[in-house]
């Protein structure tokens, strides 16, 4: 339940005509604008419409679509705070020991994926072969598979959590069921349903409780669905769930026609109606990138289907939504927001409804919480969001409205916490519609507008740095060629900004010149899009109108193609300027570039929108401060809080609470007293911060850029090396060399003695790479693998996950919790059954500065 102010009118806008104007001009003055508010602004053009009818609810909140093909490639990868926020419905892997990837095991990853929420996983049980197309070796052979998946399946704890799916694009492996000869087609049909009952029946001879799915055909199909659906009610082996796959740009555009369509056969065959799931779903150009990604999430919740992204590079970072193991990008904020969709979908209207790359959007009303939510994005300019039907009994007569963006970050790049664009009180109009103008979309990013009902108070002022962004090929050019990117014509190119990339920087004179325009003198960000498959970390030389270069070092990404961010400060006078990037070390791709005026990192995490437990309520009656109201923490009342950290380091966490809380991270307990900043330490990316106790809380507010003080670094040099580990030279180590050949065996370890000034809670930052691959003779994928290390301290033995790093020479952190008795403790590394590895250095922190 919430409370709603009492205030009626407030002091906000009519949500008119005039309402339009003036929230525009708020939103102008807010930095929507991207290019600098640029000079040049194009002609005029009729803002879009898009319409939220919250009167016309479409069914309960599914979050069906967050699922990943090989999101999961080991226990730890992702991490669990990267993992549990998205409430990932499905994930569909390989079976145990199967040979088609090094990674992914069904039974082995479930582990993480449950205990961190997770729904259903779909087993790919022809992955058990090695060979891409998979190899044919009869029905008989694969029988015998399918006996030792289903005896490990049934065996399994928790064996209720999986799906079996016996078959995999047998449209096109095995049974070429998408021949246009009709006789072919029959004869083919024929064999692939005889298979498809002898799996069947076989799995539940050994399995009684089994869930199958099927056909899982490559695209759908309705003259195979028709004949499947009808075979399978007739010989009892119907699925329990319909899966197939909807792989390209038109399934943007087709995809409800064909959910139709079948939905159509089922009733025609007296059948269901079945779960479906698209267990593959969108291109390489989608995955990522939000504005792609609301496009398909949107038609997938609308018809309250599960669906799974596809996978076209690596296992473990949940379909390329998440950095490293633990930093969220672009794509992952994006499942953020949906994640935290409640109550029902109701009705939206796209301008161009089944239309590729278009605006879509998808929102949620939940009356409980006095909360309306929509997720929009796929198309740049102007739009208008009219939301209609804004119940006065929930919201009251005026709501407060709060928008951010989830910029394209890249596949590695990092994304802080989507920025608050505005807050604005608005007036509900007579007809019960609030309309928000939104303006200067990027047709990458996704946005998303919160309504509450407004309290008294005016929110505060959503803080936007100036920004611009500047398209590498759209600058002076060198020694590089332009080359076009993901497009609808190439779906599965890698995604690039403007479609656009400039590559090929590997000669001596290679540059690219930029030409910029800043608005004062001043420190600001230079972040860079960019690709490096040099096999090391790679440089460039930057310089400012020609004075001396400063080295930039980029970490290297998968490849060429996939997008990396690396964040630089420069500092720069007022007026336009020319930055140059010119050729380093090895070589790297541009992409483009952002400026932002330089701040220092604060953002307020709204505890309204935070994940709850046991007794909590909403408050409204206050509109200050974010705007968006208190949670109300009773007994047993938790809130969960997603806090972003951009590095390893000290932060200071000030709770807005009317009573004291305590917020728990990484094992510890801290007394968190209102509005007094506490210091304690974040693990880049995100960190799971929970409140309890009984308070009404607002905000949990975080600032800083991550300071090193307080915590102690050890050198590699300083551990006791044994049974072969020993230090190798390496100049992109920290101090020049790395602890290698660790493990393998129970003797080679390496020990530290460190000292905890008091007995508690630290955080253990160890600085690892490695670079292991398995070649599975088909280069679909990049098969990488991750290795795993032993931590011991006070008697206490951890087993550690850490993932390719993509070369030898980059190094990469991952923060562990460990408890430390007061003054000297003994900290061992090791891996008696298979290499760790290579330690650069470790650093030690306790939870609370």
């Known amino acids: 339940m919430f409370r709603r102010s009492r205030t009626r009118g407030g002091a906000g806008h009519r949500a008119s005509t005039a309402v339009g104007a003036a929230l525009l001009g708020a939103a102008l003055t807010a930095g929507f604008l991207p290019a600098a508010q640029a000079a040049e602004q194009p002609a005029t053009v009729a803002a879009q419409r898009l319409t939220v009818d919250l009167a016309a609810p479409e069914g309960k909140v599914m979050l069906g679509a967050n699922g990943a093909l ?53 087993v790919l049980m022809q992955d058990m072969y090695a060979k891409w197309p998979y190899e044919d070796l009869g029905i008989s052979d694969y029988l015998t598979k399918v006996d030792r998946i289903a005896a490990d399946i049934a065996a399994a704890p928790d064996s209720e959590h999986f799906v079996y799916v016996p078959f995999n694009e047998p449209d096109q492996i095995w049974y070429n069921l998408g021949v246009a000869d009709q006789a072919t087609y029959e004869a083919n049909r024929d064999r692939f349903l005889k298979d498809w009952k002898t799996v069947h029946q076989r799995i539940r001879a050994v399995d009684p409780d089994a869930r199958i799915a099927g056909p899982n055909e490559s695209s759908y199909h309705t003259r ?21 796959h909807e792989l390209g740009p038109s399934s943007l555009r087709d995809f409800q026609a064909h959910h139709d369509n079948y939905r159509s056969i089922e009733k025609a065959l007296g059948i269901g109606p079945l779960p479906v799931n698209i267990d593959e779903y969108a291109n390489r150009r989608d995955l990522s990138v939000p504005g792609q990604l609301v496009q398909w999430v949107s038609m997938f919740e609308r018809n309250k289907v599960f669906a799974n992204q596809a996978y076209w590079d690596a296992a473990g970072n949940l379909s390329g939504n998440v950095v490293h193991t633990n930093i969220p990008n672009g794509g992952w904020w994006f499942f953020r927001w949906y994640a935290g969709l409640t109550g029902q ?15 879509q959007g998808v929102a949620s009303l939940d009356t409980s919480r006095g909360q309306a939510q929509v997720l929009l994005g796929g198309s740049s300019g102007d739009t208008d969001v009219a939301v209609r039907h804004v119940d006065p009994k929930v919201f009251g007569t005026s709501v407060t409205v709060t928008v951010a963006e989830a910029a394209w970050s890249g596949y590695e790049g990092q994304h802080a916490a989507p920025r608050v664009l505005s807050r604005t009180k608005l007036n509900v109009a007579a007809d019960g519609t609030v309309t928000v103008p939104l303006t200067g979309l990027d047709r990458m990013s996704a946005y998303r507008i919160l309504l509450t009902p407004a309290g008294s108070g005016s929110p505060a002022t959503a803080a936007v740095p100036w920004s611009a962004p500047y398209e590498a090929e759209d600058a002076r050019i060198t020694g590089g060629q332009v080359y076009t990117q993901g497009t609808v014509a190439n779906a599965n190119g890698y995604a690039a900004s403007g479609t656009k990339d400039v590559g090929s920087l590997n000669t001596a004179a290679s540059k690219v010149e930029f030409t910029v325009d800043v608005p004062a003198a001043a420190m600001y960000d230079l972040s860079v899009l960019y690709g490096n498959q040099s096999g090391a970390p790679a440089t460039q030389t ?65 505890a309204t929108f935070a994940d709850i437990s046991g007794s909590v309520t909403y408050d409204y009656r206050d509109a200050t401060g974010t705007g968006t109201g208190a949670l109300v923490l009773g007994s047993g009342g938790r809130a969960v809080l997603d806090v972003y950290a951009p590095r390893d380091g000290y932060y200071t966490v000030t709770s807005r609470a009317s009573a004291a809380v305590q917020l728990s991270l990484h094992g510890e307990s801290v007394t968190a007293a209102p509005d007094q900043a ?11 911060v929970t409140a309890s106790g009984r308070a009404a809380l607002r905000s949990l507010d975080v600032a800083g850029a991550g300071s090193p003080a307080g915590s102690v670094t050890y050198e590699g040099e300083r551990a006791t090396l044994a049974g072969g580990a020993r230090l190798v030279d390496n100049v992109h180590a920290s101090a020049g060399t790395y602890i290698g050949w660790l493990g393998n065996s129970a003797a080679s370890t390496a020990g530290f ?36 290390a032993d931590i011991t301290v006070g008697g206490v033995t951890r087993e550690v996950t850490f993932k390719n790093t993509w070369s030898w020479d980059d190094f990469w952190t991952i923060g562990v919790p460990v408890t430390l008795k007061q003054g000297a403790n003994t900290l061992t ?18 939870v609370r500065g």
């Open 70 to 122: 090989y999101g999961l490639g080991d226990d730890g990868v992702p991490s669990d705070a990267a993992l549990a926020p998205l409430k990932v419905t499905t994930v569909s892997q390989k079976p145990e020991g199967g040979a088609q990837h090094p990674n992914g095991d069904a039974i082995s990853v479930s582990k993480p994926f449950l205990r961190n929420g997770g729904g259903d996983v779909l």
């Open 224 to 244: 195979l669905l028709t004949d499947f659906l009808a075979f399978a009610k007739r010989e009892n082996v119907l699925p329990d769930i319909t899966t197939w």
């Open 345 to 359: 979908t109701v009705k939206v209207t796209p301008p161009s409804p089944h239309t590729v790359d278009t605006l």
């Open 542 to 606: 930057l310089s400012v109108d020609g004075a001396a270069a400063t080295a930039v070092s980029y970490p290297s990404t998968q490849n060429w193609l996939y997008r990396g961010k690396r964040d630089v400060t420069v500092e720069l006078t007022a007026g336009r300027h020319t930055l140059t990037l010119a050729k380093g070390t090895g070589e790297v791709t541009l992409d483009r570039i952002d400026l932002t005026a330089h701040t220092t990192p604060a953002t307020a995490y709204e």
């Open 678 to 688: 506490l210091k304690l330490y974040l693990v880049a990316g995100n960190n799971r």
């Open 753 to 788: 003695t460190v000292t905890a000034p008091r007995a508690g809670q630290y955080v253990l930052v160890l600085s690892y790479s490695h670079n292991d691959r398995r070649d599975n003779g088909h280069a679909y994928n990049t098969d990488i693998m991750s290795r795993t």
């Open 829 to 846: 590394i090791g891996n008696a059954s298979a290499w760790a590895p290579n330690i650069d250095r470790i650093e030690l922190a306790p």
